[in-house]
């Protein structure tokens, strides 16, 4: 087969793989939003935690919009983190529905990073 017959394929998984980290990572921050007004509403947490827990996501903003394949890689990373958290917060028994869903969305966005990467890195490798 080909490499330049891939090409366009390829292309197209990477913008499809690309859209999937946006909606996995727009999510995780809505949820983490929500989780931390919640909280905050019901006076478990202050507003500094709300930061905390948002702050390391926020800050992989410009990998995103640069799409920067190694920022990728380390977003991967974050959301096994957010996974880890989360099943954290169910062992001690304060499993709730955000929780779940904040579970999901994180494994979305490590899983979907990890697809950008491996499809990018696909596409930049030199033929020979």
Same mark, same amino acid.
């Not at 509403?41 to 500094?48: E, M, N």
């Not at 930061?51 to 190694?70: A, D, E, K, S």
């Not at 991967?76 to 917060?89: R, S």
């Given at each position: 087969?080909?490499?330049?017959?891939?090409?366009?394929?390829?292309?197209?998984?990477?913008?499809?793989?690309?859209?999937?980290?946006?909606?996995? /990572?727009?999510?995780?921050?809505?949820?983490?939003?929500?989780?931390?007004?919640?909280?905050?509403?019901?006076?478990?947490?202050?507003?500094?935690?709300?930061?905390?827990?948002?702050?390391?996501?926020?800050?992989?903003?410009?990998?995103?919009?640069?799409?920067?394949?190694?920022?990728?890689?380390?977003?991967?990373?974050?959301?096994?983190?957010?996974?880890?958290?989360?099943?954290?917060?169910?062992?001690?028994?304060?499993?709730?529905?955000?929780?779940?869903?904040?579970?999901?969305?994180?494994?979305?966005?490590?899983?979907?990073?990890?697809? /950008?990467?491996?499809?990018?890195?696909?596409?930049?490798?030199?033929?020979?």
């Amino acid at each position: 087969m080909n490499g330049l017959s891939s090409q366009p394929a390829d292309a197209t998984a990477l913008n499809s793989a690309r859209r999937a980290v946006w909606i996995a /990572y727009l999510a995780l921050l809505a949820l983490l939003v929500a989780s931390g007004i919640w909280h905050y509403v019901q006076q478990h947490a202050q507003a500094a935690a709300l930061l905390v827990r948002i702050l390391p996501l926020v800050l992989f903003l410009p990998t995103l919009l640069m799409q920067r394949r190694r920022g990728h890689i380390w977003l991967t990373a974050l959301g096994v983190l957010y996974v880890v958290q989360g099943l954290m917060i169910v062992a001690k028994g304060g499993g709730s529905v955000l929780v779940g869903a904040e579970i999901l969305a994180a494994a979305a966005l490590a899983i979907m990073a990890y697809r /950008y990467v491996r499809l990018r890195g696909r596409i930049d490798r030199p033929t020979s």
